[in-house]
C-alpha cells in the first residue's frame, strides 16, 4: 500500500528536469503499524518512543558512527540524513538499538566462523538457480539484474507451486532461501536482508572497495551485513538504488524526502515501484510517493534528526 506510487519501470533515462517531492509526510496522521512490530515492541516491554530515543541518542553521542555514516554516505553522493532515517526507522520499529557501536561489532564477531549455508531443505542456493528455469538470468552480468531476474523467475515459477516433485513455500525468495536460523531476519545496524545485499554487491565493491559476495558463501553475506562499516555501506547502496531508480524510471526526485526513502528502505522493491509510478504518470492519474508508519515518523521528527548532523 505505502509508497502508492511504485513505479513503472521503462529503463531509459528521462531527459526531462525530474519532478520533486514536496518536502514532509503526504498523510496528516502516521499510516496504521504492522501488528507484528507492535507485538515485537510488547514482548521487549518497551514502547515506539523509548526506542525511539535509545537510537536518537545514540546517533547524538557516538561521534565515531556519526562520522562513518557522513564520510559513506558522501561516497554514495546521498545526504547523510537519509542514512539517518533509515537507522532510526529500523530502531524504532523492527529493532532495539545497542548501547554503543561496539556492541554491533562485537554481535558481528559471534557469527565469525559459523556454518551454515543458503539453501531450502537439502538444496543449496548455488544448484537451485541452475534450474533450467533461471536460465534467462544468465544474460546478465551485474548483481543487481542478475538477483532481481531471479528473485522474479522464483516468484513466477516456483512461489507456492511445486516443481520438480518438489513444494515451494508461498513465501518470499529471501525468506525461503536466504535466512538460515529464522525467517524474517535481518541484521546489523542497517537490517539488510541478505537477498538485498548480494543484489548490491557489485555497487559496494565498485564505491567502497568491499569484496564481492558469493551466495555460496553465507557467513561472508552475513559478515558483510553484520558489521557495521560494511553495512552502511550497503545501507548507502539501498537509498542509492532507490533514489536512482525513481528518476531513471519514473522521472521523480526523492532525494529531498528521507520520509519516502526510508519508506522505501523499509519496504523494498524500489524498481517495481517505480514502474508503478511511472505508468500512474502515463495514465494522467499520477500522485506522490506516500510515506508509510516508518517514513512518516521521519519526517514528523526531521528538524530533531537533522539536528543530529
Known sequence: M????????????????????PPGNRNVEQPPIPGASVRRTKAGKTSFDLKYEKVRDLLRT??????????????????????????VGEHTYNVDAYDSLQSYYVKAASYAGNSFRFAYKDEGIATFVKRPEFAECDQFT??????????????????????GGTSFPNNRFSAVF????????????????????????D????????????????AG????????????AYMAAVIRKSIDDYKSIANVDISSNPGVTATLF??????????????????????WPEENYYGWLINDRLDELEGLL
Open 178 to 201: 536466504f535466512q538460515p536460523f529464522y525467517a524474517g531476519q535481518t541484521f546489523g545496524l542497517g537490517q539488510i536482508n541478505p537477498l538485498t545485499a548480494l543484489m548490491l554487491s
Open 266 to 287: 523499509n519496504i523494498g522493491g524500489s524498481q517495481q515501484r517505480a514502474r508503478a509510478l511511472a505508468a500512474r504518470k502515463a495514465g494522467g492519474a499520477a500522485n
Open 2 to 21: 505505502i509508497l502508492a506510487l511504485t513505479l513503472l519501470g521503462a529503463g531509459s533515462t528521462v531527459s526531462l528536469a525530474a519532478d520533486k517531492v
Open 221 to 232: 553475506v552475513y559478515k558483510a551485513i553484520m558489521d557495521p562499516d560494511i553495512s552502511l
Open 203 to 218: 555497487l559496494v565493491h565498485e564505491k567502497s572497495g568491499y569484496p564481492k559476495l558469493d551466495e555460496t558463501d553465507a
Open 62 to 87: 557516538d561521534s565515531a558512527l556519526m562520522g562513518k555514516i557522513k564520510k559513506t554516505a558522501a561516497a554514495y553522493g546521498i545526504a547523510p540524513i537519509h542514512m539517518i532515517g533509515a537507522i
Open 142 to 163: 551485474d548483481s543487481y539484474r542478475l538477483w532481481t531476474c531471479r528473485e522474479d523467475v522464483w516468484q513466477d515459477r516456483f512461489r507456492g507451486k511445486s516443481v
